[in-house]
């Protein structure tokens, strides 16, 4: 076995001899080129598919195969006699110089010392589906069989219909991702992965095989499930050997030839097929074909929709050039003619042509040109497709465009076009309106020329950002110069344009006059600021006397005179309102300083749990007989945010957790790890709630509840909250429900 197989895969001659008696059918014949020395191997046989009488002389080399096939056709035979030649398995249909025509496939094979590639050669076309002969006189034991089966790239396998035991070659189970030790030698191990309907057919086929005494052939192609899952298309062929004195079947051999790849391709040129079928029956677009005198040899059904004539009477007026527009026949003619003259395939031309009704309508019409084995050409496919409103309106946009370069010139924004070097090429009349300048003055100045120099490098830098980041659009606000030394702000949007290496090519620019704008804003904004200043001073004017007011009220609360009911009825009244004057002062200090100088955040790691417990500490005091429950399962829990803030959050939240639920169940704060990582704490109360049209206003400044104003508030803690949280990438919820409570929770996002 060992020396057959060797025999087989080193000497390309027996290889040869071993597939030509393999694929031994009228007509067909075997050849292999060597991948390593180029040299291509055919039998005594091969002349035979070559010519149609004895008296031809013998092909002994490549150039004598060449010189039988025509000559439009050699190249392609050249392809396949490379020794690098890829296309696998796809056919590919010659001429030879007799008329015959012979469709070849190419297979590749690896061995221990070459790889070939084996060319079959037909005359007949290789039906999807194909399968090798039958070697019915081989003998089947023989493993010089199994190996030829195993160059051919099938799958043998060998059933005793006897004892039901069937041996499955390597190749056959490697066809569906199995080792030869991973899967049984017995029918049941194929019929596992097949599926089930195409077995039905299977065996359906099988038993004619059987019914017909083996005259019947068994060739069925059919599904079966790859180990990874996928399905993939095999070709399964085979018949009984041997027989039974009573007629029974005793053994049948046969192969699997994975055909997955060539049902793949043959689905895909069906669909191909079809939707190209379809877009010629349903395309809005004629197509004409005419010879190389420009006579009409065929016509779309869609002509007589989009003209108005039937096919057949275009046909009968023969020539297509009679029905363009007596303007464009000369223009036409030398353009068609030029592009045969130049062996261009493909060319297009715009020109009207008549309708039934005897009015022209523009056509842009593309050609593809078809020449014969010299090069000269035979026809063209014309297809004509209907642009006539699209032209129609592209004059319209042309008039369109007119006019808006006319609105441009009276428009109240300057535009200004810069070439590749940044220098003026064009500007709108209106510049003289704005900076007093005349057009000519400017053309091929500079941009930076009108530029203020403190603000030069800045917009250098932006400009070459921009070009480096290759934006198509930016806008910037600058100051610019007029002819008479005034400065004005202009907001500048900008376009830009690139050539083929990514370099600007043109700029332009559209400038509007914010002057008046942006003074008015730069006087509010320093008005804000005057009224943030003056509220900053006077809190703190107003708080010193409070503090003052609050350390001497203390000091009558531990007097004797304060023991009488009345009287400290009288100081506890006045140190609530003390407290309450002293918390508006800071919340508005606070605000202030916000609002001026901007609050940052500097984050720290925090054990969230810690400051937690903490906070309800220093809160218990003056909570009376109320208290606030921590609920977690978490022992320690980090977050990073800015202590002072998170402190202040929470504190917030849980003080107005109190305040809001008198006579209700004591608050709840629970902290827990989202399943996303994330860290979560939610503040819940169980109190008066919050009207659903009051939570959108929550967290502006001043804001207070349809519902609480009896209850002292400054309306901005919750502005302060959603601040401190904005800062601290903290995401704030808020769930309420009337008499029943609410609910704020907190997610710590990552930044």
């Known amino acids: 076995m060992h020396e057959q197989t060797r025999q087989i895969k080193d000497s390309p001659n027996t290889l040869v001899r071993l597939l030509n008696d393999m694929y031994s059918e009228p007509g067909q014949y075997v050849s292999v080129v060597s991948s390593t020395t180029g040299s291509h191997f055919w039998g005594s046989g091969f002349q035979e598919l070559f010519t149609t009488h004895h008296e031809a002389g013998p092909i002994t080399d490549n150039a004598g195969l060449l010189q039988q096939i025509k000559p439009g056709y050699r190249e392609k035979v050249q392809q396949l006699l490379a020794p690098d030649f890829a296309m696998q398995n796809k056919p590919i249909t010659i001429e030879l110089n007799n008329g015959i025509q012979l469709t070849v496939r190419c297979f590749r094979y690896q061995s221990e010392k070459d790889t070939f590639n084996i060319l079959v050669w037909s005359r007949t076309h290789w039906p999807a589906g194909y399968q090798p002969a039958q070697l019915a006189h081989y003998p ?11 160059v051919s790239l099938a799958g043998f396998w060998d059933w005793n219909m006897v004892t039901n035991y069937e041996y499955l070659s390597p190749r056959f189970k490697a066809m569906f991702g199995y080792e030869d030790h991973e899967m049984e030698n017995h029918p049941s191990a194929w019929q596992k992965l097949i599926d089930p309907e195409d077995a039905k057919v299977m065996f359906a086929e099988f038993d004619k095989h059987i019914e017909s005494k083996g005259a019947y052939p068994f060739s069925v192609q059919a599904r079966y499930q790859h180990r990874k899952g996928h399905f993939i298309y095999i070709l399964c062929s085979g018949r009984v050997i041997s027989w039974g004195e009573d007629g029974k079947p005793l053994r049948a051999i046969g192969t699997h030839v994975d055909i997955t790849e060539q049902v793949k391709t043959q689905k895909a040129l069906e669909e191909k097929q079809i939707e190209y079928q379809k877009l010629i029956e349903y395309a809005s677009d004629i197509v004409v074909i005419t010879d190389a005198q420009g006579q009409i040899e065929w016509v779309s059904d869609n002509v007589e929709r989009q003209l ?8 009968e007026n023969r020539f297509f050039l009679g029905y363009l527009h007596p303007d464009d026949q000369d223009r036409v003619l030398a353009e068609v003619t030029l592009f045969a003259s130049n062996k261009e395939e493909e060319g297009t031309y715009t020109a009207r042509l008549l309708n039934k009704d005897g009015v022209y309508r523009w056509y842009e019409v593309f050609l593809h040109f078809f020449y014969n084995e010299t090069r000269q050409f035979e026809r063209v496919f014309n297809y004509c497709k209907d642009i006539h409103e699209a032209k129609i309106a592209n004059e319209a946009l042309a008039a369109q465009k007119e006019e808006y370069a006319n609105l441009i010139e009276y428009s109240a924004d300057i535009v200004v076009i810069y070439d590749e070097y940044f220098r003026i ?34 917009i250098i830098l932006m400009f070459q950002k921009w070009i480096k980041d290759r934006v198509d659009t930016a806008e910037y606000t600058g100051r610019f110069r007029l002819k008479s030394g005034e400065m004005r702000w202009f907001n500048v949007y900008l376009r830009f344009f690139y050539d083929e290496h990514g370099k600007p090519e043109k700029v332009i620019n559209y400038c509007k006059d914010i002057h008046e704008q ?14 943030s200043e003056f509220v900053s001073m006077a809190s703190h004017q107003f708080r010193t006397p409070m503090a003052v007011f609050a350390a001497n009220l203390e000091i009558l609360q531990g007097m004797e005179q304060a023991e ?3 009287v400290r009825r009288i100081l506890d009244r006045m140190s609530i309102e003390s407290d309450r004057m002293i918390k508006l002062v800071d919340d508005v200090l606070l605000v202030s300083k916000m609002d001026t100088k901007g609050e940052t955040a500097n984050p720290e790691v925090v054990d969230l749990i810690e400051l937690v417990e903490n906070l309800i500490q220093q809160l218990l005091p003056g909570l009376g007989d109320r208290s606030i429950e921590l609920d977690t399962a978490l022992e320690h829990v980090t977050v990073k945010a800015d202590r002072t803030q998170l402190e202040h959050i929470l504190k917030n939240l849980l003080e107005n957790a109190v305040k809001y639920s008198p006579g209700k169940a004591d608050p709840v704060i629970t902290i827990w790890e989202a399943p996303s990582g994330e860290v ?14 009051n939570i959108e206003g929550l967290f502006q400044q001043f804001y207070r509840g349809d519902n609480v104003k009896n209850i002292v508030g400054t309306g901005l803690g919750l502005y302060v909250v959603k601040r401190f949280a904005d800062l601290n990438h903290i ?13 704020f929770t907190l997610t710590f996002q990552e930044e």
């Open 140 to 150: 089947m034991s023989s493993g010089l069989y199994e190996e030829l089966l195993e």
């Open 308 to 315: 108005g004539y039937t096919p057949a009477a275009v046909q």
């Open 425 to 458: 090429s064009w500007v709108s009349n209106n510049i003289e309106y704005r900076f007093g300048y005349k057009p000519g003055e400017v053309l091929g100045q500079s941009y930076s020329t009108f530029i203020p120099p403190e603000q030069e490098q800045e």
């Open 518 to 531: 942006r003074t008015a804003q730069q006087e509010r904004e320093a008005l804000n600021q005057l009224k």
């Open 564 to 566: 009488d009911p009345l």
């Open 680 to 693: 979560q704490a939610a503040v819940t109360d169980f109190g008066m709630g919050i009207p659903e049209n």
């Open 731 to 743: 995401k704030v919820e808020v769930r309420s429900k009337l008499k029943q409570g609410t609910t």
